[in-house]
Nanobody
Framework: QVQVVESGGGLVQPGGSLKLSCVASGRTFLISAMAWYRQAPGRQRELVARITSGGTINYIDSVKGRFTISRDNVKNMVYLQMNSLTPEDTAVYYC??????????????WGQGTLVTVSS
């Protein structure tokens, strides 16, 4: 019913910047919040940033002041602008959409992931 696809990952030097994009398709009117998660090798997947349909934004402490999440509901897209990147930001980044198919139901939809490597 809803699909998301992310892109924009790549290799960047410490201190550099990168912008990730995610496009949603299908029954996008059912989407509530959208978020970015990341998973480094051998580590648990963690929430990076979340933005609700009303524009409320939350960030994990380690990226506050460096990352910016934004959303375009008309284009069904969400973005993650990443600045001042460090090697600790190296991970596969996943787009996530919260979907409300009905009053009682809720599910999360995940993208395939895009790899961000921060290295000199």
């Amino acid at each position: 019913q809803v699909q998301v696809v992310e892109s924009g990952g790549g290799l960047v030097q410490p201190g550099g910047s990168l912008k990730l994009s995610c496009v949603a398709s299908g029954r996008t009117f059912l989407i509530s919040a959208m978020a970015w998660y990341r998973q480094a090798p051998g580590r648990q997947r963690e929430l990076v940033a979340r933005i609700t349909s009303g524009g409320t934004i939350n960030y994990i402490d380690s990226v506050k002041g460096r990352f910016t999440i934004s959303r375009d509901n008309v284009k069904n897209m969400v973005y993650l602008q990443m600045n001042s990147l460090t090697p600790e930001d190296t991970a596969v980044y996943y787009c996530n959409a919260g979907v409300k198919p009905n009053i009682e139901g809720y599910l999360e939809v995940w993208g395939q992931g895009t790899l961000v490597t921060v290295s000199s």
